[in-house]
């Protein structure tokens, strides 16, 4: 059995989801709702809603895994998003998303121990000329080099310290 | 009706039948991945396509329904071209670790791709680095090999309800297997693995011993329960490395008792030389010596005038039975003798179904006394497959269900000792009488117990009496059912307590188990026979039994191991294990079927029957002339087509077990459950000790935290345990396990398998 400790957020997600019971038609409202809650499904409470629900938790997790929407991990405070489309692909993508996972130290869809970072991709942002694209926040980063993808990210903890 | 042409061949099928069954009805095959004839069809795999003459695309078989006038073809180029791809892009990314892998042999794709495959590689890429996860003492599951037919995902979910398996990520990158846990066994596990089309999933226990196709194949019965599953036996040079369960009878599935539970066959502790006893020591003699000396001592013992008994396990055949009753009965002239070595007064009793079959098709199930996924594991699987998607209503009065709870209607979980108490109850509900004074203390509502009965009154249940009910609950029981119309169907322990019975091997004075043994403490018994059977481990109350073993005379144990029964005997007879011997063994609808012997006897190691016969001809009184176990079937056959009739078995029991702080029940965990499991060393694994189990609530409330150690203390024995919290038991109550050779929990045991007890947390 799982407990939820007492948090404001916690009761929150409790509240809602005690709703539905024994519902396994009600799992995405569920999980999108916690989601919304924390930022991301953490696994206690992929376990409390399997558990609410009476689904099995590995199916939860399944359905988490899915879907892109959901996430297991806390969102950074930025998130990088490298284009791995037709075109960023054959311009090299791949080697940029590489390059910012490894001097990050995360996988994709991770995000950075400091919580400043998350990167994750998408395909085709619809600045093929740009390729190879990635995109923070709002803005749209092109004809990116690893290197000079790098030297992007790291601008944005120069510009903290400024 | 539809009709359809298959590669040429005309045939007529009802309406809604798939492509593929057609096709198997006129004897054309279409390879297929995640099609599985007792799985619903899901049309994941696309190795089935087929053409269909006026369609633009290949249509997958296994989903898609013929209609009439179609014109079909398995084999044309396309179809051909298409399994060629198919094949072609399953092996892009597989390990093609054929030779290091258990399912080379029988793993469907390499069987396809012999078959229907190309030897080309036109694209290359990376092959699977996965890692392997070994999940247990049970399987391994290897995702690189995975081919994602999510068979293993469908049957977890169709027949079990769902456990801890699941499918994860999409696409390329799907992978399958547990969430939460690094150990996998969840009672029908070998299923998977059987189901497993590729070596994704294999068995740890068979892992590396041997290739399938040096295995000889033998047919036989599971030897654990009275649901009698058929099993391949697989033997390899006198050992048994490998379970199939390819015959299907009585259920597609079977259990992990008969899939796995088979190690203790080959174990190296087994004993296979007849010992006597000598002073403090065992010495090993020959066969003819033991079975002189015991025939000897045995009419030494009756001839100065003291009695002679036999205790047999519930698991042998009915020839073992026969012979054995005879030579008590006829030779040695003793009234003593009994297979209900699990404890318990009742006898068998005919029911009113015939088959697994009948009991899916029940409309509604009442079950009461046990956890029917231990004892009866695959009768568990038909009353779930029952109540799929809300057909059928099942209705629990049971104490710690560990399976059926989630598909019950309503579960009526009582404490330790109450459910008769709350059957009772329910058949003054539904005679409309005053019950709620009956429900005090069990910790049964009103509720639950008004629904049960309305929801009984509504459809037709079968009703299904468990192991763990007394003469009396049975009564009960009955009456339930007349009330109702129904007759109901009454399990047994052990594998062939049916047969036991049929061939009369019981006193015919109706004496229990505890009887005999109390009058071996008395010394009207002087001289007792065992078979096949650790009395400490399995009889629910060792302080009885070692009264009893201490005060004879003459103590014969025939088995397999030197078990604790064993340190007391006067002399060991090596015994056989159901894969060295056939015979017939009758199962839970009284069928008889064989039993096959898959290698000959290990050593000196002889069947139950084989000794009678010996011991008879020592004692000067031959039964008779039997060589093999043949020769004695016809007498079986003949003995189970007459009525026997049970003597009287009521008021038997005695109250006051419930005494102490908390009412305990003491139950087999499964992989303890069944003949010889402490000799299975996957099973051991799985659980090494015996522990308590705790409701969370009532274990908080009482100040204890999941893993504590504690003493649980009964008449002043002390016994050291682990403490876990499981939310199947009843608040209020305890299970404790039962089912271990190496620790004496049986003494507090006084007969019956309730028992109040006292817990504290142990000092460290
Ligand atoms: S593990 Fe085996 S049964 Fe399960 S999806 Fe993979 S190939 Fe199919
Ligand atoms: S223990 Fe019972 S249910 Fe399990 S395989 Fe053996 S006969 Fe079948
Ligand atoms: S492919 Fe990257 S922007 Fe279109
Ligand atoms: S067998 Fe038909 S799609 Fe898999």
Redesign the interface.
């Known amino acids: 059995?799982v407990k939820l400790p007492d948090t404001p957020e916690h009761n929150r997600v409790k509240e809602f989801v005690s709703q539905f019971r024994g519902d396994k038609g009600s799992l995405i409202k569920a999980l999108h709702f916690s989601q919304g809650v924390f930022g991301y499904l953490p696994p206690e409470i992929i376990?409390y809603i399997a558990q609410e629900l009476e689904?099995?938790?590995?199916?939860v997790?399944?359905v988490v895994?899915?879907y892109n929407f959901f996430r297991t991990e806390p969102m950074g405070e930025y998130e990088i998003r490298v284009c791995l489309g037709t075109a960023c692909h054959v311009k090299g993508s791949k080697e940029v998303l590489e390059t910012l996972c490894r001097k990050l130290g995360i996988k994709i869809g991770g995000t950075t121990k400091d919580g400043k970072f998350t990167v994750s991709t998408v395909r085709c942002v619809g600045a093929c000329p740009l390729a190879p694209v990635m995109v923070i926040g709002k803005e749209v980063y092109g004809r990116l080099s690893p290197q000079k993808a790098w030297n992007i990210v790291r601008g944005y903890y120069e510009e903290e310290r400024t | 009706m539809p009709k359809v042409v298959i590669d040429g061949i005309e045939i007529e099928v009802p309406p809604g039948t798939t492509i593929l069954n057609a096709a198997q009805r006129v004897g054309v095959e279409i390879p297929v991945f995640c099609y599985h004839p007792y799985l619903k069809p899901a049309g994941i795999c696309r190795m089935c396509l087929v053409e269909v003459e006026g369609m633009p695309r290949l249509l997958p078989a296994c989903i898609t329904e013929v209609q009439d006038g179609w014109e079909i073809y398995t084999n044309s180029d396309r179809v051909k071209d298409a399994r060629e791809w198919l094949l072609e892009f399953v092996l892009v990314n597989h390990p093609l670790e054929c030779p290091i892998c258990d399912e080379a042999g029988e793993c469907e794709l390499q069987n396809f791709v012999f078959k229907f495959g190309e030897p080309r590689k036109r694209l290359y890429d990376e092959p699977f680095k996965y890692p392997t996860r070994y999940l247990g003492p049970l399987i391994v599951h290897q995702m690189n090999r995975c081919v994602l037919c999510r068979r293993c995902v469908r049957f977890s979910d169709e027949a079990m309800g769902g456990t801890d398996w699941g499918v994860y990520e999409r696409g390329y990158r799907t992978i399958v297997g547990p969430y939460e846990r690094d150990v996998f066994a969840q009672k029908y596990t070998f299923n998977m693995e059987a189901l497993c089309p590729v070596g994704a999933i294999t068995s740890n226990i068979y892992r590396y011993k041997t290739r399938i196709w040096k295995l000889d194949f033998t047919n036989s019965v599971c030897a654990h329960c009275e649901v009698g599953c058929w099993l391949d036996l697989g033997e390899r040079d006198g050992q048994l490395l490998k379970v199939l369960h390819r015959r299907g009878y009585p259920s597609p599935w079977i259990c992990d008792k008969g899939g796995y539970g088979f190690e203790y066959v080959n174990h190296s502790e087994r004993i296979t030389v007849p010992l006597r006893r000598e002073g403090n020591r065992l010495r090993g003699v020959t066969t003819d010596e033991a079975l002189e000396f015991v025939a000897g001592r045995l009419k030494g013992l009756v001839e100065s005038g003291g009695k002679v008994a036999a205790l047999v396990s519930p698991h042998l055949t009915c020839e073992d039975y026969l012979l054995m009753g005879s030579f008590m009965k006829e030779v040695v002239g003793s009234d003593y003798l009994d297979y209900r070595l699990y404890g318990g007064n009742t006898y068998p009793e005919r029911p009113a179904v015939d088959s697994l079959e009948g009991v899916e098709k029940a409309e509604a199930y009442l079950v009461v006394g046990e956890d029917l996924s231990v004892h009866h594991p695959v009768l568990a699987l038909s009353v779930a497959k029952g109540c799929k998607e809300g057909r059928a209503s099942l209705y629990l009065i049971v104490t710690g269900d560990s399976f059926l709870f989630k598909f019950a209607a309503e579960h009526a979980n009582p404490l330790p000792g109450k459910e008769e108490k709350v059957l009772e109850a329910l058949a003054s509900v539904l005679g409309g009488k005053d019950y709620a004074s009956l429900l005090e203390g069990t910790e049964v509502s009103e509720d639950t117990l008004k629904a049960m009965a309305q929801g009984l009154q509504e459809k037709k249940p079968l009703i299904i009496g468990g192991s763990r009910l007394t003469p009396e609950g049975r009564v009960l029981l009955k009456g339930v059912g007349e009330r109702l119309g129904i007759t109901p169907l009454f399990l047994d322990w052990g594998s062939n307590s049916k047969g036991a019975f049929q061939m009369g091997f019981w006193s015919p004075g109706g004496e229990s188990v505890e009887d005999i043994l109390n009058k071996c403490v008395s010394g009207e018994i002087k001289g007792l026979f065992v078979s096949s059977m650790d009395l400490f481990r399995d009889y629910p109350n060792g302080t009885l039994v070692k009264e009893a073993l201490s005060n004879l005379d003459f103590l014969v144990v025939h088995d397999m191991f030197f078990t604790e029964t064993v340190a007391y005997s006067d002399c060991y007879l090596p015994a056989t294990s159901f894969a060295e011997d056939g015979g017939t063994v009758v199962n839970m609808f009284w069928e008889a079927k064989k039993r096959n012997r898959a290698f000959k006897p290990k050593d000196e190691s002889m069947p139950l029957w084989q000794v009678a016969l010996g011991l008879s001809r020592k004692w000067g009184r031959p039964l008779g002339d039997f060589g093999t176990v043949e020769d004695v079937t016809p007498l079986v056959r003949e003995r189970l087509s007459q009525v026997v009739e049970a003597p009287s078995t009521l008021g038997g029991v005695k109250a006051a077990h419930l005494k102490g702080d908390i009412p305990a029940l003491f139950e087999y965990p499964f992989y303890r459950a069944g003949m010889r499991t402490d000799f299975c060393n996957a099973f051991v694994q799985l659980v090494p000790e015996p522990y308590v189990t705790l409701n969370p609530e009532y274990g908080d409330e009482l100040g204890f935290k999941n893993g504590d150690i504690v003493i649980m203390e009964v008449d002043g024995n002390q016994f050291r345990m682990k403490l876990f919290f499981r939310d199947e038991v009843p608040r209020g109550g305890a299970i404790v396990s039962r089912g271990f050779s190496d620790f004496p929990i049986t003494r507090a045991l006084k007969g019956l398998w309730y028992r109040g007890i006292e817990l504290r947390a142990a000092k460290e």
């Open positions: 059995m376990e689904i099995p938790a590995s199916h997790y399944g895994s899915f």
